[in-house]
């Protein structure tokens, strides 16, 4: 719990450090795909110095993304499984989206919608992994049918991964409060009770 009997302790220092991190590398990733995706977007490899040093730092980059990953996926894991009252609140997610809230079922730390970005990222992670291995000639030397195969995979998981990441930012920007979660590690009482009323009432035990 905070320290101002006004807020609650959301995420500690090291997980907001981890969130951040991931995030940045995630930034990094994606400004040095899209380099390599399309001529257009050539240019933005003089963020990293040159055509050379974008290819060699892509898949080291993505590398310590994935381990910072998995240290979020350790921590929160437990608290995104999805539960009967998860689908019932997806399932009347249309009524969120047109400012009805108190519609939707109680919610623990993270609401459905939360649980399906996190997997997903999840399952995107994994792909990429995999696929971006593949692909990493320097270390690796595949058929080039899979290595083919690889690329394509690799950049159908990246877009849906950006896709899902915008919708992850406007989520955190249009629901007031959640960014704050994220840089400070507090929230006010009275958006818990709104948004998190499960988790406000283990917390509080109230």
């Known amino acids: ?33 899209l380099a390599f995706f399309h001529p257009w977007f050539f240019p933005l490899t003089g963020l990293f110095g040159g055509g050379t040093w974008a290819r060699i730092l892509h898949p080291y980059i993505g590398l310590l993304m994935t381990i910072s990953f998995l240290g979020l996926f350790f921590r929160f894991s437990g608290s995104n499984s999805l539960t009967a009252t998860d689908k019932e609140w997806l399932g009347n997610l249309g009524k969120l989206v047109n400012g009805d809230p108190h519609s939707m079922p ?4 993270h609401n ?34 899979l290595v083919r195969f690889a690329v394509v995979v690799h ?4 877009a849906v991964m950006i896709g899902f990441i915008f919708v992850h930012i406007y989520a955190a920007i249009w629901v007031k409060g959640t960014l704050r979660a994220m840089l400070r590690g507090t929230v006010p009482r009275a958006w818990a009770k709104q948004h998190h009323r499960a988790w406000y009432r283990q917390v509080t035990g109230k």
């Open 106 to 109: 109680e919610q623990g730390k």
């Open 1 to 33: 719990m905070a320290n101002n009997s006004n807020e609650l302790q959301r995420y500690s220092a090291q997980e907001r450090a981890n969130h951040w991190l991931v995030a940045v590398c995630f930034v990094l990733l994606a400004l040095s795909g």
């Open 155 to 158: 950049a159908a998981t990246a």
């Open 112 to 145: 459905a919608g939360q649980k399906v970005m996190f997997w997903v990222q999840s399952i995107c992670m994994l792909l990429l992994l995999i696929s971006g291995l593949m692909i990493w000639r320097s270390w690796f030397n595949l058929p080039v049918e």
